[in-house]
């Protein structure tokens, strides 16, 4: 067992720090209180190639490697989980569109989702489906060779900007996908405000009213939306959520070391006081073993195990829960100051709680993992 | 050779089918173990162990029911692509 990044990994995670740092990290407080990300940094991810990034160059992606896409989601969502969400959200629709996705959708389509060119959502959740995602309602009806969709989608990251949406509806009752465009007649959207995590994720709510698509819109066969098409989504989704996790945690850890470091109290500075190295360590031991399950899944995700799956559920349940837990203390040991806007670690401990109820909660994991544990390391 | 590659995919839902000797021809999705994340997880295994892509259009429940079934699918990818297995 070799447990090391490469050089070019390592080179590769100082470009995506430097990158945050001077573009991301600043402005991330300024975005959250505008609700909104701007534009101009999201036309920064594309000419980084940081959209589609794990997508293979074949398919107009940036050919990234499992660990380093990993470095490069926790290095932003350290910066910025808004911004993080984008990644996410944007490379699993466009990463099952290219796994599922019949040729003549693809032919298309599939160089300007792998770029970032057009940018993705996904709608799964409905305001009366979620962790019960089989119940969606939306449907789909088949009217010769074409489909028409009609219903309400609801919580969607990036909804209000994003170019394409791929859509879990009911065909003849059957859980079905279809990727829907943004200029699709029928569609409209309504931006969601005043969610108090990932804040600036320009969040919204779908309308399907009677979209009509052409049959290449349908992605994978009608009953395999859902087990198949959006199960490749979200096990993506959740791999880039495991390590936004990190990111947050990270973050925390950062600013608990330097804040402990300069606030005094009882003549020493905090961090001399025993209990707060108690919170210390444990924000450096779970942070350490969050980051080392998600290097495991993004080792098995590599090398193509059929293990990655169970192993990327396992790294998201610890390390979004390792989240919260740094966020909440790192608020906590920031005192007064914790709860204002000018430090960042409220801002982390609501982005925090998004990571344990997004891509599955942390009691569907609890219900997934116990039934479908990985095997032996 | 089918009965090594049969070997093979036992062997993979066998962790998923503790305590039960699960037969060639007894259907999978019958006995109530497979969820979303095991179906997928099928997928890619196949994919991986036998080295072939499972088109969209490929996507049938009666080619994942039985290991014959799965072993049938096997036969067919590999030996239309000249896949040793
Ligand atoms: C910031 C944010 C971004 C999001 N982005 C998207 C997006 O881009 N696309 C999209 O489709 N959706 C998105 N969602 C929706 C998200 O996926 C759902 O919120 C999530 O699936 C949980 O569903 P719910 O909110 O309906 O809660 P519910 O399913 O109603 O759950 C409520 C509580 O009950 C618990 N619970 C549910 N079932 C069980 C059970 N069987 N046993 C024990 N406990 C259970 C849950 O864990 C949770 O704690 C987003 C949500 C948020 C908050």
Redo the contacts with the bound molecule.
């Keep these: 067992m070799k447990l090391e990044l490469s050089d070019a990994q390592k080179q590769a995670r100082l470009r995506f720090r430097e990158f945050v740092q001077q573009r991301v990290a600043p402005y991330a407080g300024g975005w959250d209180r505008e609700e909104r990300v701007p534009l101009d940094v999201i036309d920064q991810l594309r000419s980084h190639g940081y959209l589609g990034a794990p997508l293979p160059v074949d398919s107009g992606g940036g050919g990234m490697d499992a660990i380093t896409y990993g470095l490069l989601t926790e290095e932003i969502g350290r910066g910025c989980s808004s911004l993080r969400?984008l990644l996410t959200?944007h490379d699993m629709v466009a990463f099952a569109v290219r796994r599922w996705g019949n040729a003549e959708l693809k032919a298309g389509l599939a160089a300007r989702l792998g770029s970032g060119e057009a940018l993705c959502?996904?709608?799964?959740?409905e305001a009366d489906?979620?962790?019960?995602?089989a119940s969606v309602r939306t449907e789909a009806v088949r009217e010769g060779d074409e489909y028409v969709i009609t219903g309400r989608?609801?919580?969607?990251?990036?909804?209000q900007i994003a170019d394409f949406f791929l859509v879990l509806a009911r065909l003849e009752d059957k859980l079905t996908a279809f990727l829907v465009p943004s200029t699709t007649p029928g569609f409209s959207r309504t931006p969601m405000h005043g969610?108090v995590?990932?804040r600036a994720?320009l969040?919204a709510e779908l309308e399907f009213n009677g979209c009509r698509l052409a049959s290449r819109h349908l992605v994978g066969r009608p009953g395999f939306g859902l087990s198949h098409v959006f199960s490749t989504a979200l096990d993506l989704g959740r791999y880039s959520v495991a390590w936004g996790a990190v990111g947050i945690a990270q973050a925390c850890l950062d600013a608990c070391l330097e804040y402990t470091a300069n606030r005094r109290q009882f003549g020493v500075p905090l961090r001399d006081h025993q209990l707060i190295q108690r919170k210390l360590t444990d924000m450096i031991v779970n942070t350490r073993a969050a980051r080392l399950l998600c290097y495991r899944a993004g080792y098995l995700r590599e090398i193509g195990d059929a293990e990655a799956m169970a192993e990327t559920l396992v790294a998201k349940y610890f390390a979004s829960q390792a989240a919260v837990s740094a966020a909440n203390d790192a608020v906590h040991l920031h005192g007064g100051n914790g709860l204002t806007e000018d430090y960042p670690v409220a801002r982390y401990l609501r982005d925090s709680k998004?990571v344990e109820?997004?891509?599955?909660?942390?009691?569907?994991q609890q219900?997934t993992i116990a039934r479908n544990p990985p095997g032996e390391l | 050779m089918a009965d090594n590659r049969k070997a093979r995919i036992k062997e993979f839902l066998s962790r998923f089918f503790r305590n039960h000797e699960l037969k060639d021809d007894e259907d999978i999705f019958a006995l109530g173990f497979v969820n979303s994340l095991l179906a997928l997880q099928l997928v890619n295994f196949l994919e991986g162990e036998f080295g072939f892509t499972i088109e969209d259009d490929e996507l049938d429940f009666e080619n994942f029911r039985t290991i014959q079934n799965m072993d049938a699918l096997i036969e067919r990818k590999t030996s239309a692509a000249g896949v040793a297995v």
């Design positions: 969400s959200v959502a996904l709608a799964l959740s489906a979620g962790s019960d995602a989608k609801k919580w969607i990251t990036f909804g969610i995590g990932t994720s969040m998004v109820i997004i891509e599955g909660s942390t009691e569907i219900i």
